[in-house]
């Protein structure tokens, strides 16, 4: 058991993260911006004491000095799972919404830390797969080894763009705090691609849905029965597996130090309304005709290796997390 403060507690992986803290008995201190939404995740865990779930106010990450009180604790944390991050492409200034509170809220976070609660010997950090594809031209498999080569100037260029710049620089920055400060602890990186899943009930509405679910939401809506769009990255992972690889980076010991790309291997949209199609029959008609794959024959690879050999995972298929994403999603209205 170790007490951790989990960063961005009302997120969708994060969600997960609390379940899964909590099932393997560690005491979790979750940050959150307003006393509403922490109060709402409290009132979701009934019986759980406070000394086992309780929340600490982090309004806005991007501001230099955030977490210098909620790193503090009595007992002292032992770790920290760093989540918050913005994740979606509503924007208008990328460096205002995307860039500063990714890589401000990744190194405040760290200083804070170092300075503020040197009882804690592990960082585990939500990165992502965007900070490793190159989509410039895609090595013949992907791995930890990979980085996304983007630069300041194509940062700025979209939206899409800030989000993969965003978690590319902040892991960098995390890497080299490490590196150049030398703290008392170590840091692992969670990256994963597409994260597909059940919401939590307490925290979602089908309006207001977590970006990588929201073409569960599309197709079974009918928004998308005129045809599907491009599928995207061809990689997912369901959101247990990577809220457990989050909790396993804090527990392993040989975790730190590493990146991990996790990933249960390919789909397409055109398999993720298939599998709504096969298992929720009264959908059909929300559905497009033509749920053919368009996921090339000539792919890039993935090597997922280091997450089953170091952290133990073992992944999830498409199928059932397509239909538990789908009746949670109905659950809450679609
Ligand atoms: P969510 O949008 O559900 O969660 C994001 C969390 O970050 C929320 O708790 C949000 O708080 C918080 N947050 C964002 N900006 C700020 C800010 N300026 N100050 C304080 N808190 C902030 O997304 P996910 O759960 O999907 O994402 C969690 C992490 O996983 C992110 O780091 C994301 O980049 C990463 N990731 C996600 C993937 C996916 O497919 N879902 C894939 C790869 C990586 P609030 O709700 O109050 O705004």
Redesign the pocket.
């Given at each position: 058991m170790v007490k951790v403060l989990l960063t961005?507690?009302?997120?969708?992986?994060?969600a997960h993260a609390v379940d899964i803290l909590l099932q393997r008995n560690h005491d979790v201190v979750f940050t959150?911006?307003?006393d509403e939404?922490g109060q709402k995740i409290l009132s979701n865990h009934p019986g759980t004491p406070s000394s086992k779930l309780s929340y600490v106010i982090?309004?806005?990450?991007?501001q230099e000095g955030a977490f210098d009180e909620a790193v503090k604790s009595d007992p002292p944390f032992e770790a920290v799972l760093h989540?918050?991050?913005?994740?979606?492409f509503k924007v208008t200034d990328v460096k205002k919404d995307l860039l500063d509170?990714a890589i401000i809220?990744t190194t405040t976070l760290l200083k804070a830390v170092k300075k503020n609660a040197p009882s804690v010997k592990r960082v585990a950090i939500?990165?992502?797969?965007?900070a490793i594809i190159n989509p410039n031209g895609h090595p013949k498999v992907y791995s930890e080894s990979n980085w996304n080569p983007i630069t300041q100037e194509e940062a700025v260029a979209n939206p899409q763009n800030g989000y993969r710049a965003s978690?590319t620089f902040a892991e960098k920055a995390a890497w080299d705090f490490v590196e150049k400060e030398k703290p008392n602890f170590d840091v692992a990186t969670i990256n994963?691609?597409?994260?597909l899943g059940p919401v939590v009930h307490y925290l979602n509405s089908i309006d207001n849905i977590?970006?990588?679910n929201e073409r569960v939401a599309n197709l079974i809506q009918g928004k998308w029965k005129d045809g599907l769009p491009s599928s995207g990255i061809w990689i997912w992972v369901d959101v247990r597996d990577v809220a457990l690889a989050h909790v396993k980076a804090i527990e392993v010991p040989e975790a730190g130090g590493k990146r991990f790309l996790l990933t249960a291997g390919y789909y397409s949209n055109g398999e993720i309304a298939s599998a709504i199609k096969s298992n929720f029959p009264d959908l059909a008609d929300k559905l497009p005709q033509d749920l053919k794959s368009d996921k090339p024959d000539d792919v890039y690879g993935i090597d997922n290796s280091r997450s089953k050999d170091v952290l133990g995972i073992k992944y999830r298929n498409l199928e059932e997390s397509v239909i538990d994403t789908t009746k949670s999603l109905l659950a809450i209205g679609a």
């Open positions: 961005g507690g009302s997120g969708f992986i994060a959150v911006r307003s939404k982090v309004e806005d990450i991007a989540t918050a991050s913005p994740f979606h509170p809220g939500t990165s992502s797969f965007a978690k994963p691609p597409l994260v977590n970006t990588s």
